[in-house]
């Protein structure tokens, strides 16, 4: 599967054309994008749409950004500026979805730099740099007014979307009782594309994609992985298509994974460890500032922390 055959003295596509097309189906029936493009990894799905819409001079407003996800901003010549709700910098504060944009300081950041410079908005699922906090429909559905206003594009970074519907489900009365899936396609409703690792909320170990409404840019994106190459052998992209192919199957693990991450939160809190309020979805984050003041940022609290949870619970921490 490495290789194409060879028919008639040329490389038969025709087997690489139809895995291309049951990616694009599977993806477009879960996220409800029409136009895609599955890539090796989801910072390389980064990197070629930050190269596609962003100049020098331009600035991105976004929750809280992934570092490869800045980073890419950042090396096609735009700045990151973070325009998320207050409380997400707060740690005790219990607010359910940390992960919102403020609708005031986006309008202020477009009004002030002007929306010719913003090639789009940039929202962060089950926002990492703030320990896994959601965004909700509501504050989607605000961010998405804002850009249709602006005449704004806004693009997720979709890594964690299906914790994100979990904690939608779990925090919003209103949508406690919709599927995971009508979640899924309702948040992606309110995007114009997608960037995705398909490695986190997926059974896969390989894999990520590029999703587009406008048929214009996933063209010239394509463009791009023609110059750069997808990183994907044929076989891969089977796997990509049979791994979304199970996705319903996988919900239940997410959900069974963040039960596991909610009883270790509750349990440190409860013998005084200073964690994120409130929990979020894949992982537990801890100020080391309070629980370790003894030791000093030169003597590596968190390594050592991590060696101390790993030696005596197995428990892995980064």
Not at 49 to 60: C, D, E, F, P, Q
Not at 204 to 218: H, N, Q
Request: glycine share 8%; aromatic share 8%.
């Amino acid at each position: 599967e490495e290789t194409l055959p060879i028919k008639n003295g040329r490389a038969d596509t025709s087997r690489l054309k139809l895995v291309a097309g049951e990616c694009a189906e599977e993806i477009e029936k879960i996220f409800g994008f029409p136009f895609s493009i599955p890539v090796s990894q989801g910072r390389l799905a980064e990197a070629i749409v930050s190269k596609l819409l962003i100049r020098n001079g331009m600035v991105v407003p976004t929750n809280v950004p992934f570092a490869t996800t800045q980073l890419h901003q950042e090396l096609n010549g735009a700045i990151s500026i973070e325009t998320v709700v207050s409380e997400a910098y707060n740690i005790d504060s219990g607010f359910m979805f940390k992960g919102n944009l403020d609708i005031d300081r986006l309008t202020h950041v477009i009004n002030k730099y002007g929306a010719g410079r913003i090639p789009y908005i940039c929202v962060e699922m089950s926002a990492n740099g703030i320990g896994g906090q959601p965004c909700s429909l509501d504050n989607l559905r605000q961010v998405r007014k804002v850009a249709d206003k602006y005449k704004l594009r806004v693009f997720l970074d979709g890594c964690r979307i299906v914790e994100n519907a979990y904690q939608i489900r779990q925090r919003s009365r209103r949508d406690e009782h919709k599927s995971i899936q009508g979640l899924i396609r309702e948040i992606c409703s309110y995007a114009d594309g997608m960037t995705m690792s398909l490695t986190k909320d997926y059974p896969l170990t390989v894999g990520g994609f590029i999703a587009f409404r406008d048929k214009a840019l996933y063209s010239q994106s394509f463009d791009f992985i023609m110059a750069l190459g997808d990183g994907l052998s044929l076989g891969s992209k089977r796997t990509i298509a049979n791994g979304l192919r199970m996705s319903h199957l996988n919900y239940d693990y997410i959900q069974h994974r963040m039960k596991k991450t909610r009883l270790i939160h509750e349990g440190l809190q409860n013998i005084g460890y200073p964690v994120i309020q409130p929990f979020g979805g894949h992982a537990i984050y801890v100020d080391l500032k309070k629980l370790l003041p003894h030791l000093e940022a030169k003597h590596f609290p968190a390594d050592s922390l991590n060696v101390e949870w790993y030696s005596n619970f197995g428990l892995r921490g980064s």
